[in-house]
C-alpha cells in the first residue's frame, strides 16, 4: 500500500512540474511580447517612477526627443520638458496621488537639437498591491503636424469659408480675448446652439452652462481654463449637456494658437463627438475582462480584483475568503454527453454563483473547469454557507435530463485570509491545496482552510 502511494505522490510531482514549466514557459512568452509592442509601437513611451525618472524608453521614444534609449533611462523626465511647462508637468505627476488616468495633456517637449515639439501626453497609474504608486506610464504623441494644419484651417477659413462650413468637425476660431469669433455648423449642432448663439461668446462658458458645480470645479475646468484662458496649445475631453438638459456628448476638443508678428492674434479650435468612440472602449475593456462562455471575470481580470481586496485586508486588517470550483468529471460529461452539454453544466455553475453572490462578491472562471469566488469581508461561517449553496444549486442541474444519470457537483476549496501580507499566490495555493484535497477524497465537498505565507 506504501508502494502505491509513493507511486501516486511521484505521478503528483511530475504533473505539477510540467504544469510550473508550461506556466514559466508562458510568463516568459509574454514578457517577450510585451517586450516586442513596447519597443515596435509607433508612438512613443516611457516608463516612470512616482519621482519621473525615466526607467524604460521604447524606439519611437528616442526618435522624436533624437536621444538613444539607453541615455534616456535613468534621466529626469523634466529634462526633456521645456522650461516654461515644466511646472505643468510637475502638477501633472502630482495628480497621482489620487488620480488613475490622465488624458489628453499639452506639454512642449525640446529635442536634442534644440528644437521645441508640442506633444500631447496620456498617463496612466502602476500601483502596488498595497495600493501605493510604483510607477508612472506615459503615452507620448507629437501634436506638432496637429498644430501645423489647424493654423493652416485658421488661414484657409478667411479664403474658403465653404470650406470650413461643410468640415464634420467642429471648428472655432477665438479672438485675442477667447470670444467666438466664427463657428461652423457642425459646431454649432454639436453644442445644441445656432451660431448667432454663439457669436462673442467666451467659448469656456458655454462649456460650463448648465453644468453641476462639482464637475465645474474640477480637473476638466482647470484643463479648459488652461487652454482657453491662456489661449496657450492644449487639448482635452469634456462632457457637455445641451442647454436642454436632454443630451450630453463626449467632446474631444483641441486648441492652435495663432501668432502673428511673435504675439498671440487668436485661436483655432477642433471640437470631435467622440461619445460612440467612448461606449465602444468601455464594450471593449468590459469583454477584455470577460469569460466568452460564462460572461464571468477571465483569470487576468479575478486575479487583479484578488490582488486589490488583499491589499485593502492587509491594510484595514479585515477578513476574506478565496473558493475555488473544480466541476467533478467535466471531461467525463465531455465524452458521454458531448461539449454542448459540457458548456451548459460550465453556465449552470456559472448562474448558480450569480445567483447567490452579493454584490460586493467577485465571481470568475479561471480556465477550463476551474472557477474562483472572492468574498470580501467574509468569515469562516459566511463562506461556508455560501459554498453549501452553491453545491446544492449544482446538484439540482441536470447534465442528462430524463436518462436518470447523477447530477452535477463541484469540489470546493476555501482559504480563509486572517493575517496581512498574504500574496495572491499564497492565497491560490491554499485554496488549491484544499479543493484537490476534497477532489480526492471523492469531490461534492468543502475544505476550509487558512491561508498562509510560503
Known amino acids: 500500500m506504501a508502494i502505491e502511494e509513493l507511486y501516486v505522490a511521484e505521478e503528483e510531482l511530475r504533473l505539477q ?29 516611457l516608463v516612470t517612477n512616482p519621482l519621473g525618472i525615466v526607467r524604460e524608453a521604447n524606439r519611437a521614444a528616442a526618435e522624436l526627443l533624437g536621444i538613444e534609449s539607453r541615455f534616456l533611462v535613468g534621466k529626469p523626465f523634466a529634462t526633456f520638458v521645456d522650461a516654461e511647462d515644466r511646472a505643468d508637468l510637475r502638477a501633472l505627476v502630482n495628480e497621482f496621488g489620487t488620480a488613475a488616468q490622465v488624458d489628453d495633456w499639452s506639454l512642449r517637449l525640446v529635442r536634442r537639437t534644440g528644437a521645441p515639439i508640442t506633444v500631447s501626453l496620456s498617463a496612466s497609474a502602476a500601483r502596488d498591491g498595497r495600493g501605493e504608486l510604483a510607477g508612472i506610464r506615459w503615452i507620448i504623441r ?115 494658437t495663432v501668432v502673428e508678428q511673435g504675439s498671440v492674434v487668436g485661436s483655432v479650435v477642433s471640437l470631435v463627438d467622440i461619445t460612440d468612440r467612448q461606449l465602444l472602449e468601455r464594450d471593449l475593456r468590459r469583454r477584455a475582462d470577460r469569460d466568452a462562455l460564462t460572461g464571468l471575470h477571465n483569470r487576468t481580470a479575478f486575479e487583479r480584483e484578488l490582488e486589490r481586496e488583499l491589499g485593502l485586508a492587509s491594510r484595514y486588517r479585515t477578513l476574506c475568503a478565496l473558493l475555488l470550483l473544480d466541476v467533478d468529471s467535466l471531461k467525463v460529461v465531455n465524452d458521454l454527453h458531448g461539449h454542448l452539454a459540457g458548456d451548459a453544466l460550465l453556465r449552470a455553475v456559472a448562474l448558480a454563483l450569480r445567483r447567490r453572490l452579493r454584490q460586493t462578491d467577485i465571481a470568475g472562471r479561471l480556465g477550463g473547469d476551474e472557477f474562483g469566488v472572492l468574498l470580501p469581508r467574509a468569515d469562516e ?22 436518462t436518470g444519470a447523477p447530477g452535477a457537483s463541484v469540489s470546493i476549496g ?26 480526492n477524497t471523492g469531490g461534492d465537498r468543502i475544505v476550509v482552510v487558512d491561508a498562509t505565507l510560503r
Open 142 to 256: 507629437d501634436m506638432s503636424a496637429r498644430d501645423r494644419s489647424e493654423r493652416a484651417l485658421l488661414a484657409l477659413a478667411d479664403k474658403r469659408r465653404g470650406i470650413l462650413d461643410a468640415a464634420p468637425e467642429g471648428l472655432f476660431r477665438l479672438d485675442r480675448d477667447g470670444s467666438v469669433d466664427y463657428a461652423n455648423p457642425a459646431a454649432a449642432r454639436l453644442l445644441g446652439r445656432s451660431e448667432a448663439e454663439l457669436r462673442g461668446r467666451q467659448l469656456i462658458d458655454v462649456f460650463v452652462d448648465g453644468q453641476s458645480e462639482e464637475k465645474v470645479d474640477g480637473d476638466s475646468r482647470v484643463r479648459l481654463e488652461r487652454a482657453f484662458g491662456g489661449l496657450r496649445p492644449g487639448s482635452g475631453q469634456w462632457e457637455y449637456t445641451e442647454p436642454s438638459g436632454q443630451r450630453r456628448v463626449s467632446l474631444n476638443y483641441r486648441l492652435a
Open 381 to 402: 461561517t459566511a463562506a461556508r454557507t455560501v459554498a453549501g449553496e452553491i453545491l446544492a444549486a449544482t446538484r439540482a442541474h441536470e447534465i442528462a435530463p430524463g
Open 414 to 439: 476555501i482559504a480563509l485570509v486572517k493575517i496581512p501580507g498574504l500574496r495572491t499566490t499564497d492565497v491560490f495555493r491554499s485554496a488549491d491545496e484544499a479543493m484537490y484535497r476534497g477532489k
Open 17 to 45: 512540474h510540467e504544469e510550473l514549466l508550461g506556466v514559466r514557459a508562458e510568463l516568459e512568452d509574454q514578457r517577450r511580447r510585451y517586450e516586442e509592442l513596447f519597443q515596435l509601437a509607433p508612438d512613443a513611451y
